[in-house]
């Protein structure tokens, strides 16, 4: 410690000044930032001393009214980095020391913050973040982004990865304040010199106001490359809009917006569809402002077909005619090894059936009931196989050709004929009126009289 310091420490017997950075106390590389130390209007000069250095920093003459001094950093690099206290001199002597402000730049290498189990935390609950490098990092400091908040500092553990991380409890979440967080990384060593800081990760406080909806126009079988959209839709009027994947961090924010029906909701875009969109997704209604969410929307399952390399078959059993109230199973079969098949419809907006597989004579299958069938089971089914590690993820659907195995199969409703007494086949007399029928038709492409057929038929939900 220098005499003029110590000389500083033993005569200081005026009131200590207060020291404070502009922008703020975090500064990115090779920008500026101005200290301030605000002491007496008395005062004569301001003084700047920084921890590990014997003599003064700097000086500064008063500003006017004298109460107060500012010391630029035009060009911020790690060698400003670190604590700094500062006096000032009156004509009666010398101030006591200001309290400390440690000052830190930022670099690069930023780390990634995650959450664990899920950034929506029902109000009361409690998450775990991690913040993580590849850097080597020693030690890790998690800021909430909230002025005047504390910071929380961990020494980091290397995991089975080789990534460098470490584990910050949170909690109890409540909804009436914001939970949004940064991280950085730096070494013990020095301890001013951070990491550039994390991407800003939010916490959802759910489960306090109203669920919304979530939908999809294309249905929840899609394939590679195709556009996707999911909408979230509430009769709240929500301000913001959260789409969240089961088993991610990621949270999807979009502003609400207002439609012509009255309600308010967020388009979310996964085009084009590929892989890594398969999955269980919900969506939240949120304010701004504020960190109270909704319930979440029933979930909706993404599945992405063509990510498997087999293909099953798709049979029907007992025939492809029958009657109403009688009973129909879809037959679908593979040779590769298949965990769970899936019978979809196409154009139905509800989820898709899912069977677990029976392995007999050599083939993996699952036998689909439908039972009593009514015109309501109308449409062209697929088939499609997955496994247990990806259940999101499906082979390719039943195939199109119409040799066997058979392909996609059809279910239409004949609309019942009807007949005037006492006319026979063809307009004849004597006919009674014929029973609806249900036909199971397979089809590649519909034929020239399948389409006329089509055309006529006007019972079920196809022949509209």
């Not at 003064?56 to 630029?72: H, I, S, V």
């Not at 195709?226 to 009027?237: E, G, R």
């Not at 059809?410 to 006319?423: D, S």
Request: aromatic share 10%; proline share 10%; hydrophobic share 30%.
């Amino acid at each position: 410690m220098t005499p003029i310091l110590t000389a500083l420490l033993c005569l200081g017997t005026l009131p200590k000044p207060t020291i404070w950075a502009e922008p703020g106390s975090v500064i990115p590389m090779e920008t500026s930032v101005t200290l301030w130390c605000k002491g007496s209007l008395k005062a004569q000069k301001y003084v700047l001393y920084k921890d590990g250095y014997p003599e003064t920093w700097e000086e500064q003459k008063p500003l006017e009214p004298k109460d107060k001094a500012k010391f630029p950093i035009t060009d911020m690099t790690s060698v400003y980095a670190g604590r700094y206290h500062c006096y000032y001199e009156s004509p009666t002597g010398w101030s006591e020391p200001s309290d400390q402000l440690e000052l830190v730049v930022t670099g690069a290498n930023k780390p990634s913050l995650s959450v664990l189990p899920s950034p929506i935390v029902p109000s009361g609950g409690n998450v775990t973040l991690q913040c993580g490098s590849w850097r080597g990092f020693n030690r890790f400091i998690l800021m909430r982004e909230v002025e005047g908040q504390p910071s929380w500092t961990r020494d980091s553990q290397r995991a089975p990865s080789g990534e460098f991380q470490a584990l910050f409890p949170v909690g109890p979440v409540i909804p009436s304040l914001m939970w949004t967080f940064r991280c950085h990384g730096f070494y013990s060593n020095t301890p001013q010199v951070w990491s550039l800081p994390s991407d800003p990760l939010e916490l959802l406080v759910s489960g306090v106001l109203g669920k919304p909806s979530l939908l999809t126009q294309q249905g929840p079988v899609v394939t590679s490359g195709q556009n996707l959209t999911l909408q979230c839709l509430s009769d709240v009027s929500y301000d913001r809009f959260a789409l969240f994947k089961e088993g991610t961090s990621d949270l999807l924010q979009l502003h609400g917006r207002q439609t012509q029906a009255g309600f308010s909701g967020a388009d979310f875009s996964l085009s084009p569809v590929k892989s890594s969109r398969g999955g269980q997704y919900t969506c939240y209604g949120g304010h701004n402002l504020s960190s109270q969410w909704s319930a979440p929307s029933d979930p909706l399952d993404i599945l992405v077909t063509g990510q498997l390399s087999y293909t099953p078959s798709l049979r029907v059993h007992p025939g492809p005619t029958v009657a109403p109230g009688e009973n129909v199973t879809l037959l679908c079969q593979s040779l590769s090894n298949v965990d769970t098949f899936l019978l979809s419809k196409d154009g139905a907006a509800d989820a898709s059936l899912r069977l677990r597989s029976k392995y007999r004579a050599g083939k993996y299958e699952a036998e689909f009931s439908m039972s009593p069938v009514t015109p309501a089971h109308g449409g062209t089914y697929r088939c499609y196989g997955s496994i247990k590690t990806s259940p999101y993820l499906l082979s390719y659907p039943s195939p199109l050709p119409l040799s066997p195995p058979c392909a996609n199969i059809v279910l239409r409703a004949l609309c019942p004929q009807k007949h005037r007494a006492g006319m026979g086949e063809g307009g004849s007399e004597g006919s009674t009126p014929h029973t609806a029928l249900l036909h199971l038709v397979l089809l590649s492409t519909p034929s020239p009289e399948f389409s006329r057929w089509r055309r006529r038929s006007t019972w079920g939900p196809q022949g509209k």
